[in-house]
């Protein structure tokens, strides 16, 4: 993806190579728990993927960074660049499309971290993958998950599945500040297990859409192969191939996050209409 050159956002924080230890992981973006149902229903609902995440102790606390921190390779210092200028072309996509449906958006901020961090959803390690905490309205990014996931999950790999990633977790808050989310927590008190996880698959495969209308908009920054590097990384992260891969069969009722051919088929769906507004995946999904 064309990057080099352009602006990078100011809403980055960049806390890697700093020390400091965590304990526990609250769970989230793609290959975690959605943050959200850990928060709804605890550490219970991220037993489904426990051969994805290395442990759960939710509520316990970790240890403040020391505030000492190494020097960046160089790179590390061009992915966190790469990172910060995509973060910039969410804020200008977003900014647009909501001011043309006379919204005004809240941009939300990004952390780069290294092993664990502090959020305000709870302590988190890099096991949990890219994430998005609504209690802070921070995307969380441990960059080295990206390796993992080529060379675990067998995604191609390449820049576009980090642009893919970080507009997924954008994705996640536009629900926040449109409301969606909220509504979603409502929808799912009083739901059996299996009704809960489907809310939360409609939730992560519009996040999916909303990737896929950012990569519309943004056409003009694409290099060839990168639109497959995304349905690359989508495939990999699909709740099928993940328990193919990990446990050796699959459990349709445990999804939290679709399929792989939900995830490519929102993803692309968002790419070619450039619609924000044709991503009611409730409606698709929960007839």
């Given at each position: 993806m064309k990057w080099?050159?352009?602006r990078q956002s100011d809403n980055v924080e960049d806390r890697r190579g700093m020390s400091g230890?965590?304990?526990a992981v609250i769970g989230g973006g793609l290959i975690g728990i959605v943050i959200l149902l850990l928060n709804m229903f605890g550490g219970e609902n991220a037993?489904?993927?426990?051969?994805?995440?290395?442990?759960?102790?939710?509520?316990q606390q970790t240890e403040q960074s020391s505030g000492e921190q190494r020097p960046l390779t160089p790179e590390e210092?061009?992915?966190?660049?790469?990172?910060?200028?995509?973060?910039a072309y969410t804020e200008d996509t977003f900014?647009?499309?909501?001011?043309e449906n006379n919204m005004d958006y809240e941009q939300p901020k990004m952390v780069l971290f290294s092993d664990a961090v502090e959020t305000a959803c709870g302590s988190a390690t890099s096991a949990s993958g890219p994430f998005y905490c609504p209690?802070?309205?921070?995307?969380?990014?441990?960059?080295?998950?990206?390796?993992?996931?080529?060379?675990?999950?067998?995604?191609?790999g390449g820049d576009f599945a980090i642009a893919y990633v970080i507009a997924h977790e954008v994705g996640h808050h536009i629900q926040t500040i449109t409301g969606t989310s909220g509504k979603v927590?409502?929808?799912?008190?009083?739901?059996?297990?299996?009704?809960?996880?489907?809310?939360?698959?409609?939730?992560?495969?519009q996040a999916d859409f909303y990737a896929g209308v950012w990569a519309h908009y943004n056409k003009q920054y694409?290099?060839?192969?990168?639109?497959?590097?995304?349905?690359?990384?989508?495939?990999a992260v699909g709740d099928d191939a993940i328990q193919s891969k990990m446990q050796g069969h699959v459990q349709p009722d445990t999804f939290t996050h679709g399929t792989s051919e939900q995830r490519i088929y929102w993803f692309k769906k968002g790419f070619q209409s450039g619609d924000i507004n044709k991503g009611d995946t409730f409606s698709a999904l929960l007839k």
């Open positions: 080099r050159g352009n230890g965590g304990k037993k489904m993927l426990t051969p994805v995440l290395e442990q759960i102790n939710q509520g210092q061009e992915i966190g660049d790469f990172a910060k200028t995509i973060f900014g647009q499309i909501f001011q209690g802070d309205k921070k995307v969380y990014m441990d960059l080295r998950f990206f390796e993992e996931l080529k060379t675990r999950f067998g995604a191609k927590r409502q929808l799912q008190q009083g739901k059996s297990q299996t009704e809960a996880n489907k809310l939360s698959v409609c939730l992560e495969l694409l290099e060839e192969g990168d639109i497959e590097e995304a349905l690359s990384a989508a495939h």
